[in-house]
């Protein structure tokens, strides 16, 4: 079997993952994600594993390590010169 994305396939998997990043970040913090466009099948801190673990479900998915945190910078260029 292929378990290599399709470009739809892509498509809908980082539609998943945008309309999913809060949830994410509040669940699975500097841990690795498998998953597709249905949702995550593994997880983990360990990169090995979660290949491991998302090669045996024998469908498409992408990997994705989701940050410890976020920020945002606010930069103010009116005053710049």
């Known amino acids: 079997m292929n378990t290599t994305p399709s470009k739809k396939e892509t498509d ?3 539609k998943w993952l945008n309309r999913n990043r809060q949830m994410l970040l509040d669940l699975y913090k500097n841990q690795y994600i498998a998953y ?3 949702g995550i099948i593994a997880h983990s801190e360990n990169l090995r594993e979660v290949l491991a673990l ?3 479900a024998k469908q ?3 990997i994705y390590l989701v940050p410890r945190r976020t920020a945002s910078i606010e930069i103010n260029f009116t005053n710049s010169l």
Do not use: K, S
Request: hydrophobic share 50%; no cysteine.
């Open 54 to 56: 998302g090669n045996a």
């Open 12 to 14: 809908e998997m980082f």
């Open 36 to 38: 597709n466009a249905n």
């Open 60 to 62: 498409p998915f992408l």
